[in-house]
Structure formats: C-alpha cells, structure tokens
C-alpha cells in the first residue's frame, strides 16, 4: 500500500501550526474555551447531540468554537461538540507558553461501518485520500495521531480515521457513550458528567423531538460491510468494536 507523504507535521507538544482560516488563533481556543468538550469521529452525531442540549437549554454549539472559522465561533458556549476539539485534549506548547484545557472531556461514538459509509460518500470518498492534508486542523490532528496514515485507498484511510480518532480519544476522556444508545437516561447522564441539572421530563421531549438524522448528509453513502475494509486496519476496527460493545 502506497502511503502519501505530506510534509512532516510538527507533534503535540512541539510548536503547532496556527490555524489561519478566519484568522482563528491558538491561544485563544483555551483561554475562552467552553467548560465542556463533546468530541468524535466525524459523522458520530455530533449535530445531533448538541441539538439534544440546546433542547434542554444548554448553550451547547456544534463546532462553533473548536474551528478553524472565525465567523462561526460563539463565545460564552456552556459546551461544543466537535470532532476537531480532539487534539486540544493534550497540551500544547506554542513559544513560551503551555496551553493546556482543564475542561470536561467527553466522547460520543458511533458504529464503525455506519461512520466510514458516511466517509465514503462525502465526495465519493475524496475526503478521505488526503487531499486536505494541509488544512490546518487536519494538521493538527495528524500531529496528534502519529499512527494515523493515509493511502490512494479511500477505504484503508476512513476505517484509519474512525480507529485512531477513537483510540485517541478514549485514552483521554472522562467520559464516553455510543450515540445509538441515547435516550432520556443517557441523556440526563451525559448532562451530570457535565455537571448540568435538567429536568428528566425536559430530556424526555428532547429525546423525542429532536430527530436522530438532523445533519444526515444528502449524497449517496455506500453500505459498507467488513469485507470492503482493507486487511489489518479491519481487524483493528473489529477489535476496538468489540469493546465498544458493538455486534459484527
């Protein structure tokens, strides 16, 4: 397998690029940054739960803080659910200053198939063969995740994605739960790991009104099964599937 070779990223804990789009700046994502984390692999229902918490009235934003956009970010956010938050679990020294985020950590995740079906079908699966390598978040994120290798293979590089993220993310959260399990117990859960009090009858409407599918991509996803997954990077993903707690 040919594996592409970007520029060598820096690594956490040495100087990281500065994301540069929308004039966002690295100090800045810690020192206002919001109480709460909710981080995932993307397409792992990161919409839909920051919607859940804006129903039970929680300012929770949906990558309106961890983003390379300046224009989108909020200030004065209770919580924001972002797969682009991941890397900021781990210190980051810029100069002379250490930044570090003292925060709750909490991580959402989602049936692996389900997560690199979806990844398959953003522009049928360009996303995922490196061409935004030199996106300043994806940068970060490929310092943050040394393992994490991308190949011309769209498939190899989304289960990569949906693996490394996790494991990742895992060994730093203090939390975690599958999205397929919310309900109103998990919900009211999610809220005290977050140290917010809501009423259960006010997370039971959320539950009900607040639809599954709410950022459900429009192309055409292929169904992806075990067997489209390249050889090693698939039993990894079975693995780590397994003590999530998933069924193959």
Not at 41 to 65: D, F, M, P
Not at 141 to 170: G, T, V
């Amino acid at each position: 397998m040919t594996l592409l070779q970007p520029d060598p990223p820096p690594s956490v804990g040495n100087t990281p690029p500065i994301p540069k789009k929308g004039g966002v700046e690295l100090a800045g994502m810690f020192s206002h940054a919001p109480p709460v984390m909710i981080v995932g692999t993307g397409r792992s229902g990161s919409s839909y739960i920051a919607k859940l918490l804006q129903h039970v009235q929680i300012e929770c934003g949906h990558e309106n803080w961890w983003t390379p956009m300046a224009s989108r970010q909020r200030f004065e956010l209770d919580a924001d659910s972002s797969w682009m938050a991941a890397p900021f679990m781990d210190p980051m020294d810029y100069g002379t200053e250490t930044f570090i985020y003292k925060g709750v950590k909490l991580l959402q995740v989602r049936e692996p198939l389900a997560v690199i079906s979806s990844y398959m079908g953003i522009l049928n699966g360009k996303f995922m063969r490196g061409e935004a390598l030199d996106d300043p978040f994806w940068r970060l994120h490929i310092a943050a995740l040394p393992r994490l290798a991308f190949s011309k293979d769209a498939a190899y590089n989304a289960a990569s994605w949906w693996y490394e993220m996790n494991k990742y993310s895992l060994e730093r959260v203090d939390h975690w739960w599958r999205v397929e399990d919310m309900g109103t117990d998990l919900l009211l859960q999610v809220c005290e790991w977050a140290k917010w009090t809501i009423d259960p009858q006010v997370a039971a409407d959320a539950v009900e009104q607040v639809r599954e599918d709410t950022h459900t991509l429009k192309w055409k996803k292929p169904r992806m099964g075990w067997e489209d997954i390249p050889t090693g990077i698939r039993e990894q993903c079975q693995e780590l599937a397994d003590e999530l707690g998933y069924e193959r």
